[in-house]
């Protein structure tokens, strides 16, 4: 899961330390990891372009108009 540093975030978890994250950087973590980041609001989910599932072409036209 791709999260985004929102704030540094502090001590370690099963021996991992996350003093080595930092903000606005963006990083690919194992679930379990980005899900604890996001719950204690070190970090929010990120979606890239290329992660984002495709705009019906309904909608495209739309936006182009």
């Known amino acids: ?3 985004k540093i929102t704030r540094p975030p ?3 978890i099963q ?3 996350l003093n080595h994250y930092r ?3 963006v990083y690919d973590l194992p679930p379990p990891l980005a ?3 996001v ?3 070190y ?3 990120e979606m890239r372009d290329q992660d984002k599932p495709p705009v019906p072409v309904e909608q495209e ?3 182009r108009m």
Do not use: C, F
């Open 1 to 3: 899961m791709k999260v």
């Open 10 to 12: 502090r001590g370690a």
């Open 15 to 17: 021996g991992l330390s």
């Open 35 to 37: 899900e604890y980041l």
């Open 23 to 25: 903000i606005g950087e």
């Open 61 to 63: 036209r739309r936006r």
């Open 39 to 41: 719950m204690e609001h």
């Open 43 to 45: 970090a929010t989910l």
